[in-house]
């Protein structure tokens, strides 16, 4: 089982940029591929990026061009940098972590979640 904590989220201005963190530890985390999703309030969750253990990448056509999913596989960190935010990025942002399946966008796929962190831009 793995373990995951996101860090990095926070208030920014339309425009401005983050790089949120996720921290998996646990059995053999290096193996697992990868995923951001989003929840804004009000609204379902949504994928935004995917990364599997291949390196390959994957994002969300809301995102897609502004988004950077990328992972250090000796620190066991994934990351997703975030420019050009906008208001509607506003929402809290989870990683999660999956064996089976890859690059999906669908949260049902993920059993692994870490516990989220907010981002908020304003205009």
């Known amino acids: 089982q793995v373990h995951l904590v996101e860090s990095g989220g926070g208030s920014v201005q339309a425009g401005g940029s983050l790089r949120l963190s996720c921290a998996a530890s646990?059995?053999?985390?290096?193996?697992?591929?990868m995923g951001w999703f989003r929840q804004a309030a009000g609204k379902e969750r949504e994928g935004v990026a995917a990364?599997?253990?291949?390196?390959?990448?994957r994002y969300a056509d809301s995102v897609k061009g502004r988004a950077t999913i990328s992972r250090d596989n000796a620190k066991n960190i994934l990351y997703l940098q975030m420019n050009s935010l906008k208001p509607e990025d506003t929402a809290m942002y989870y990683c999660?972590?999956?064996?089976?399946?890859?690059?999906?966008?669908?949260?049902?796929?993920?059993?692994?979640w870490g516990q989220g962190t907010q981002v908020t831009v304003s205009s």
């Open positions: 646990g059995y053999n985390a290096r193996s697992y591929n």
């Open positions: 990364l599997d253990i291949y390196g390959v990448e």
């Open positions: 999660a972590a999956d064996l089976m399946h890859f690059l999906s966008l669908t949260d049902s796929e993920y059993p692994y």
